[in-house]
């Protein structure tokens, strides 16, 4: 079944204790991206990638790190998480370039940050 | 910034009834998209209509688009108790930075009573 798999569903971590929410694609898409989503402010991105080795910076990346190693994984990495980043985290992927087809979307990421 | 804003916000019918939902936008975009999200769950894509299309059909769904008013509206025909989700536009324009940016509005939540 072609998905996007986001690892884990549910976490709650302690300010400062660095942590990864790992994304997996089975699509052999060219783009993936991260996004948040808090109340009220809808989702905004955080990282994209167009294909292996390349990534760029979206609307909110600070606090945030991501790679692009291989084509099916894009991680998401907070090297020491504020309660700030406490929300809704997504994967998504496109086959090109993330605007002009749609986005799959993972389940989600539900970080709590104390 | 966000571009598309959804209207209402929150919306509730009855069983059989159609749904309208609205999107408006600020600057000239390329395409419009719509995405539906049940309840914790990853955003579901279901229809893009570009700049230069006027309506678009899927199933029950109808997409219009208006550029002249700067919006877009959903309409669900006979709704069922399983279209009860939150639906999010998503446009793509051009950015500042001269490439194609994909932005989404807050949702309209969109509840079907039984």
């Known amino acids: 079944e072609a998905q996007v798999t986001q690892n884990p569903r549910y976490l709650i971590t302690v300010t400062g204790k660095k942590l990864t929410v790992t994304c997996s694609q089975n699509?052999?898409?060219?783009?993936m991206s991260w996004y948040r989503q808090d109340p009220g402010l809808g989702l905004r991105q955080i990282y994209y990638?167009?294909?292996?080795?390349?990534?760029d910076k979206g609307d909110v990346p600070e606090g945030y790190k991501v790679s692009r190693k291989e084509k099916r994984n894009f991680p998401l990495i907070l090297e020491s998480p504020s309660p700030n980043q406490t929300s809704l985290y997504f994967c998504?992927?496109?086959?090109?370039?993330?605007?002009?087809?749609?986005?799959?979307f993972g389940n989600g990421t539900r970080l709590t940050v104390t | 910034s966000q571009q598309g804003e959804e209207d209402p916000q929150a919306l509730s019918i009855q069983e059989g009834e159609n749904a309208t939902m609205n999107c408006s936008y600020k600057t000239s975009i390329n395409n419009l998209q719509w995405y539906r999200q049940n309840s914790g769950r990853g955003l579901v894509h279901l229809i893009l209509?570009?700049?230069?299309?006027r309506e678009k059909h899927s199933g029950r769904l109808r997409v219009t688009l208006d550029t002249s008013k700067k919006s877009s509206s959903l309409l669900i025909t006979a709704s069922r108790a399983a279209d009860t989700a939150s639906y999010f536009c998503?446009?793509?324009?051009?950015?500042?930075?001269?490439?194609?940016?994909?932005?989404f509005g807050t949702g309209t939540r969109l509840t079907i009573i039984p």
């Open positions: 990638s167009m294909n292996v080795e390349v990534t």
């Open positions: 998503a446009t793509v324009a051009q950015s500042n930075f001269g490439n194609e940016k994909l932005t």
């Open positions: 209509i570009r700049s230069n299309e």
């Open positions: 998504a992927s496109s086959p090109r370039d993330g605007n002009n087809s749609p986005l799959h």
């Open positions: 699509m052999n898409h060219e783009y």
